[in-house]
């Protein structure tokens, strides 16, 4: 199935051909008018040089207006080998399409919205006719079901035009797009860039790029340049500011290059409890310390997430040959 952007905005449009793989471009006088677009040839003539593609309007109120008008557009420099030119279907409109056909131009018959429309428009020979879904649904009527009509009808009598599914207004339109067996689908930049999107696949694949981090990243390469190190003979005050400028929630105590343990804001709650506020005023040095959770730098992070669960502390002192040289917060592993 042949899948086109539907759209006048030069913006989207370079961002949407990006991908690589859409086969062409359909855009509309109401777009354009939307856009504040005032110079029509011009936008043409640069969206032909954009897209592989080009579908543009070719109006008149007889068939030989429309033959005159598709011609004027050639004279552009446009390419007639890619360059479809959209014709409203009217009985001046498919005479219009079998005379641009008989001349090889390429034609869309468009603003469809009855099975016998679609039946002149193949009959006269339309490289595509095009029901308009969204707007049909608008108006209550069984939009799927006129395009499913359409399909067969150029299956059964082989006629050599392609059903194009238009007026998109959500993904479930380009599933039953495809469900129909459509031959090509006209869709808007923000419909199309909701295709690829999922819950699931979110969060499947940020547990790939998390394990794999896991398995292949080590501790130094996520460590912050910051290391909340300070002495033994600093106040409780004093570490306190330095853990607040340093954005961490524990501090390393060391004396004599060598680490005493860990000071946590969770042992201030519990020192300010049993000593009040007198402690705030006590050298870090005099309290006693457990032997301070830690990796050593060159460490995986699956080691590290080893450990933070096997203790329950949301932070590690990281070393380097037994010297302290950071903290490895728990939310490191997942950032």
């Not at 599933?175 to 930049?189: K, S, Y």
Request: net charge negative; proline share 3%.
């Amino acid at each position: 199935m042949e899948l086109y952007l539907d759209s006048a905005d030069l913006k989207e449009i370079e961002e949407a051909f990006q991908l690589g793989f859409l086969n062409g471009l359909t855009t509309t006088p109401t777009f354009m008018h939307r856009g504040g677009v005032t110079d029509i040839d011009g936008l043409i003539v640069k969206l032909s040089k954009i897209v592989p593609v080009l579908q543009i309007e070719a109006l008149g109120n007889t068939a030989a207006d429309v033959l005159k008008e598709a011609k004027r557009q050639l004279d552009l420099g446009l390419d007639p080998k890619k360059t479809v030119f959209k014709i409203p279907v009217s009985l001046e409109g498919v005479k219009a399409c079998n005379l641009l056909r008989k001349e090889g131009l390429l034609v869309n018959v468009h603003l469809v919205y009855t099975l016998q429309q679609a039946y002149m428009a193949m009959h006269a020979g339309a490289t595509y006719v095009c029901p308009l879904v969204g707007r049909l649904q608008d108006q209550g009527h069984d939009a799927l079901d006129l395009v499913a009509q359409c399909v067969d009808a150029v299956d059964h009598y082989g006629y050599d035009t392609k059903v194009m599914f238009s007026s998109v207004r959500h993904a479930e339109h380009v599933r039953n797009a495809i469900n129909i067996g459509v031959h090509t689908i006209t869709a808007p930049w923000k419909v199309m860039k909701a295709l690829t999107d999922n819950n699931l696949t979110a969060l499947g694949t940020q547990q790939f790029v998390e394990h794999t981090k896991l398995m292949t990243v080590r501790v130094k390469d996520v460590l912050s340049s910051k290391n909340p190190v300070v002495s033994a003979d600093t106040t409780v005050t004093e570490a306190l500011v330095k853990m607040t400028e340093y954005g961490f929630g524990s501090i390393t105590v060391t004396k004599d290059n060598k680490v005493l343990g860990v000071f946590t804001d969770g042992d201030l709650r519990r020192k300010l409890q049993e000593n009040g506020r007198d402690v705030l005023n006590k050298k870090i040095g005099e309290f006693q310390y457990k032997e301070p959770v830690s990796i050593d730098a060159d460490s995986l992070l699956n080691e590290a997430a080893d450990l933070f669960k096997k203790t329950k502390v949301d932070t590690i002192l990281v070393t380097d040959d037994g010297k302290p040289v950071g903290m490895l917060d728990i939310q490191d592993l997942k950032d």
